[in-house]
């Protein structure tokens, strides 16, 4: 399993969901954040409105669904965001306490 979590400008949501929802994933979280980039802090005197999208896949969806995201967010310019994958190795269910251990192949 994978966390991937998407940096995209807030306008993009709703076509953004509309594609991780076609590729077939179903849960997500949505946090709205402010930010800037490394390389733009001496540029820029203000915090830029993001919004980030954070789902856990499969392993064979993975490339689709980044694929897809970046396609559907970019409009080519600088500031566009970003796409982040990370293994998940365990989760617990708070309502149910279930715990499970998922296999990472090394």
């Known amino acids: 399993m994978k ?11 709703e076509d953004v969901l509309k594609a991780v ?8 979280m ?4 402010e930010g800037m980039g490394e ?5 820029l005197q203000f915090l ?5 999208v954070t ?11 980044m694929k897809a995201i970046a396609e559907i967010a970019s409009t080519g310019t600088k500031g566009d965001g970003k796409i982040y994958v990370e293994d998940v190795i ?5 309502c149910t306490k279930q715990n499970e251990k998922l296999d990472i192949p090394l």
């Not at 966390?3 to 949501?13: D, G, T």
């Not at 929802?21 to 997500?28: D, E, T």
């Not at 365990?90 to 708070?94: F, K």
Request: charged share 35%; proline share 4%; net charge negative.
């Open 3 to 13: 966390r991937v979590e998407a940096n995209i400008r807030p306008e993009k949501l």
């Open 55 to 65: 789902t856990i896949v499969e392993d064979g969806k993975v490339d689709d669904l």
């Open 30 to 33: 949505v946090r709205k954040v």
């Open 48 to 52: 830029v409105q993001r919004t980030i």
């Open 21 to 28: 929802k076609g590729i077939g994933v179903g849960g997500l």
């Open 39 to 43: 390389d733009d802090a001496p540029l």
């Open 90 to 94: 365990e989760m617990t269910d708070i």
